[in-house]
């Protein structure tokens, strides 16, 4: 997997969004907290970080779907072939979701609508970016691509409620529902935790061929690390809402300078990584993003290399190798520890 080369479709820059809480809403949890990440046409990325590092929110962000109050995006740039979707207006936002930028959520009971049958979502949503197309061209279109998805008998399932599917086959209707449109980047937040490792598989499998067809970029939010090194092109590895370490997938993968990155690696027993990583989990508790002053490493408090340095400035992005940085001042002593392992 090489280093992404082409048109940037996607460029994060310093997104900062917020949820604010209390009488006069002087709390700020810094969901994410200074992101910034590209995507290229057609790339593979993959997202990854502990639970509450600030992914789901980040990505809702890019969709312009954070719930406000309590959420507030307060700064940075979300620009989508350069322009900036963070000032887009309400229409230009509902143009672009769906038909240019598409989302698999979390939680599939939560984005399909329980009282409409999952071919007639598809086809509305098919029939809102074509207002030419009629319902049962819409309708046809939908059963195609829940064969597409590989569901059994679409015509058939077309017509059933979300209740009436298991839930991989929910995933896949979602799945068909977000490629509908043909998008150029379809954000998928943990579109496999809540199936079982063959359909997993096989929804990852289906992305990633939906990908090469149709020249979709992919960002893969996930916690499985497996999952990461099979399929991503590139990593991006986030802690207490900011990305750490990102880079092609090998290189963050062999030779991770982020003390975070070497932990998430370590923590995992997953034969298909590198040799010399084992069951070590990381020591200590996400970090609590109203908590963490702003000028500090976020990953300090739990990290064995952690200086006053690191306690009293950030450290910046630096480049480690090509298209590979890390924002860590003792990227040499991670490295060092990483080479190593047996
Ligand atoms: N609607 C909300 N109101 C208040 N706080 C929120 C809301 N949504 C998310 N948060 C907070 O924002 C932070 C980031 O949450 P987020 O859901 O992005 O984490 P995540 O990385 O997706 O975690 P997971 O791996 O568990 O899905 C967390 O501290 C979470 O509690
Ligand atoms: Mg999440």
């Known amino acids: 997997m090489a280093v992404q080369e082409g048109e940037v479709i996607l460029d994060v820059q310093n997104l900062q969004t917020w949820f604010l809480s209390g009488k006069h809403q002087e709390t700020r949890l810094r969901a994410v907290d200074g992101l910034s990440y590209q995507v290229h046409k057609g790339e593979f990325v993959a997202v990854v970080g502990e639970s509450g590092s600030g992914k789901s929110v980040s990505a809702l962000s890019v969709m312009g779907?954070?719930?406000?109050?309590?959420?507030?995006?307060?700064?940075?740039?979300?620009?989508?072939?350069?322009?900036?979707?963070?000032?887009?207006?309400?229409?230009?936002?509902?143009?672009?979701?769906?038909?240019?930028?598409a989302m698999v959520f979390q939680e599939p009971s939560t984005a399909l609508?329980?009282?409409?049958?999952?071919?007639?979502?598809?086809?509305?949503a098919l029939r809102i970016h074509n207002?030419?197309?009629?319902?049962?061209?819409?309708?046809?279109?939908?059963?195609?691509?829940?064969?597409?998805?590989?569901?059994?008998?679409?015509?058939v399932r077309a017509r059933q409620y979300p209740f009436e599917l298991s839930g991989g086959m929910?995933?896949?209707?979602?799945?068909?529902?977000?490629?509908?449109?043909?998008?150029?980047?379809?954000?998928?937040?943990?579109?496999t935790t809540a199936l079982d490792v063959t359909v997993q598989a096989q929804v990852l499998d289906l992305l990633d061929r939906?990908?090469?067809?149709?020249?979709?970029?992919?960002?893969?939010?996930?916690?499985?690390?497996?999952?990461?090194?099979?399929?991503?092109?590139?990593?991006?590895?986030?802690?207490?809402?900011?990305?750490?370490?990102?880079?092609?997938?090998?290189a963050v993968f062999e030779e991770p300078c982020h003390p975070y990155t070497l932990g998430l690696l370590r923590a995992v027993p997953r034969l298909d990584l590198p040799r010399g990583y084992g069951l070590h989990p990381i020591v200590g508790e996400p970090p609590d993003m109203s908590k963490v002053p702003e000028e500090s490493c976020?990953?300090?408090?739990?990290?064995?290399?952690?200086?006053?340095?690191?306690?009293e400035g950030r450290p910046p992005m630096e480049e480690v190798g090509e298209g590979h940085y890390c924002a860590c001042f003792h990227k040499g002593e991670t490295l060092e520890e990483r080479r190593a392992l047996p």
């Not at 700064?75 to 769906?98: N, P, S, Y």
């Open 65 to 101: 779907l954070v719930p406000y109050p309590p959420g507030l995006i307060v700064g940075g740039k979300v620009l989508f072939h350069g322009k900036d979707l963070l000032q887009a207006t309400d229409e230009e936002m509902q143009a672009i979701r769906g038909e240019k930028i």
């Open 113 to 124: 609508n329980p009282v409409v049958t999952v071919g007639k979502q598809i086809a509305e």
């Open 210 to 250: 939906l990908r090469k067809k149709l020249g979709m970029a992919v960002v893969l939010i996930t916690h499985n690390l497996g999952v990461v090194a099979r399929y991503a092109d590139s990593v991006k590895v986030v802690y207490g809402g900011k990305a750490v370490e990102t880079g092609p997938t090998d």
């Open 170 to 191: 929910q995933q896949r209707a979602m799945i068909a529902m977000a490629v509908s449109c043909g998008p150029e980047l379809l954000v998928a937040d943990e579109p």
């Open 298 to 311: 976020a990953f300090a408090a739990r990290c064995r290399y952690a200086t006053d340095g690191c306690r």
């Open 131 to 155: 207002p030419g197309m009629s319902k049962k061209e819409a309708m046809a279109k939908a059963a195609g691509l829940l064969g597409e998805v590989g569901i059994p008998n679409p015509e």
